[in-house]
């Protein structure tokens, strides 16, 4: 089995689909590489279809006029993205971008509509990861408002523990500047963050790879939203 196939065959959109489905899916796939830092699309773009990652890392975000950036989710391997506006007919409402050198799978919407009319359990599976979808939007919007910048990071590190399905570490799938995008805050004060949780015994952090050293703590950190001292 390819990369690509195995890419399809464990993508959530997919999961519950006979060889032969699978197989179809293959036929309407098109392989997209995008080099780090190239754009996929724009806000505002029509949605032709949606992608799914085989490997690297997208960034979705959106920017205003003044050049500050908000990214919304950060995508590796197997996650899909795009989806909502292709099945609602309507434009992609962020931007899109390689965060490194990715290659994607490019599924068009007609192409993939007519799947769904002969095979009706492709669109129970976009529900579940649409509602998954909105599930993270939730967290995301309560950790932004009302969370303090620590509970955000503890959040955080909490989820890729259970993305990553490693609980002992973690690696970051982005540079910390983009994660201080993510989480709403400035690269000076995420540092000063994972400073004082290394000394006080949550983490130990080296380069991108984080060791989860009190999950206890993590969890507790998560859910006030505060350091102490």
Known sequence: MTLIDDTIANSALFKG???????????IARTMDFDRGTPIFWEGDEGKG?????????????????GKEQILHIYGPGNPFGEVPVFAGQHFPANALAVEKSRLLFIPRQDFIDLITAHPSLALNMLAVLSMRLRQF??????LSLKEVPGRLASYLIYLAEEQEN?????????????ASLLGTIPETLSRIFNKMSAQGYIEVQGAEIALLNHQALEALAE??????
């Open 224 to 229: 006030s939203g505060r350091l102490n001292g």
């Open 138 to 143: 939730t967290v995301q919007v309560e950790n």
């Open 17 to 27: 689909l006979s060889a032969d489905q699978l197989a179809q899916i293959r036929t």
């Open 167 to 179: 609980p002992a570490n973690v690696r970051l799938p982005v540079s910390k500047g983009q994660l």
């Open 50 to 66: 949606f992608f799914i990652v085989v490997s690297g890392t997208v960034k979705i975000y959106k920017a205003s006029a003044e």
